[in-house]
């Protein structure tokens, strides 16, 4: 299928059936890559030049955020299975907040904290805190109760069928809810950067878009739909390794469509 799409946008751009105002042409997408784009709109970085620079000041807005955002969301999450004080006490205000979108919240950050790279870092960061939240609540809700019954008839401590049973039963459901929380760091970096911070992959697209330049906003996506992919594989790679034990992470594991005879 990807070769089949670009082998349909080389010939309706080259052959002239769409305006190169719409859509360019592929060459015209590596000569803005070859150049890096040797500006940024709005950079606060003096070293940040291009492509590169933005790059990687987008990767590590990722990284730290999710860094930060990573152990309240586990810790959280699993308070929740453990406690029904807990979940009576925060659970609801979190509920109240979850559905609201992110992005509402960022101009109210931006002017608590500036239109620094740190404010991104922290719209990023909680929506990493949400998202393993509620995966680490319906993970503990979904462990078989047989397990636990089993652990506590062998006169095991609550906490240690907790430690030893429970949290080793979620970790393939936490792989899949972490695997979510980054990608969703990929969109909520793009807009923190697009709508203010100056820096990053999404400053340098807002710059492009000022210019009209088509070209350069698409190879920007591709760098980001790129940098989304590699790191869920990574994550995909990490999440087999480590739940080989489990049916889900098992090499033979088929889905149930599959053991059903669907093709």
Do not use: C
Not at 28 to 51: D, M, Q
Not at 107 to 112: A, E, F
Not at 146 to 158: I, K, M, N
Not at 233 to 241: E, I
């Amino acid at each position: 299928m990807p070769v089949a799409v670009a082998a349909l946008w080389f010939a309706v751009t080259n052959l002239g059936w769409v305006d190169a105002a719409y859509l360019p042409t592929p060459q015209r997408l590596w000569e803005n890559l070859s150049t890096g784009f040797h500006y940024l709109a709005g950079s606060r970085v003096p070293f940040v030049e291009g492509i590169p620079g933005a790059t990687w000041v987008s990767l590590q807005m990722v990284l730290i955020s999710v860094a930060i955002g990573t152990p309240p969301g586990l810790v959280v999450g699993l308070l929740f299975g453990y406690s029904r004080l807990f979940r009576d006490l925060f659970e609801f205000s979190l509920d109240a907040i979850r559905p609201t979108p992110l992005i509402a919240l960022l101009p109210m950050l931006m002017l608590w904290f500036g239109t620094e790279m740190s404010t991104g870092v922290r719209l990023i960061s909680f929506g990493v805190f949400l998202i393993l939240t509620i995966a680490g609540t319906e993970a503990v809700r979904n462990v078989p109760h047989v397990y636990v019954r089993a652990a506590l008839t062998a006169g095991a401590s609550r906490f240690h069928v907790y430690r030893t049973v429970v949290i080793p039963a979620i970790v393939p459901h936490m792989m899949a809810g972490f695997r979510l929380a980054v990608v969703v760091s990929w969109g909520l970096v793009v807009a923190a950067e697009y709508m203010g911070t100056g820096v990053g992959l999404g400053a340098l697209m807002f710059g492009r878009v000022r210019y009209l330049d088509n070209a350069g906003i698409i190879v920007i996506v591709l760098i980001l739909a790129l940098l989304a992919v590699l790191s869920d594989f990574l994550l995909r790679a990490v999440a087999k390794r480590f739940t080989r034990w489990s049916s889900r992470g098992a090499a033979s594991a088929s889905m149930v469509g599959e053991m059903l005879g669907s093709r």
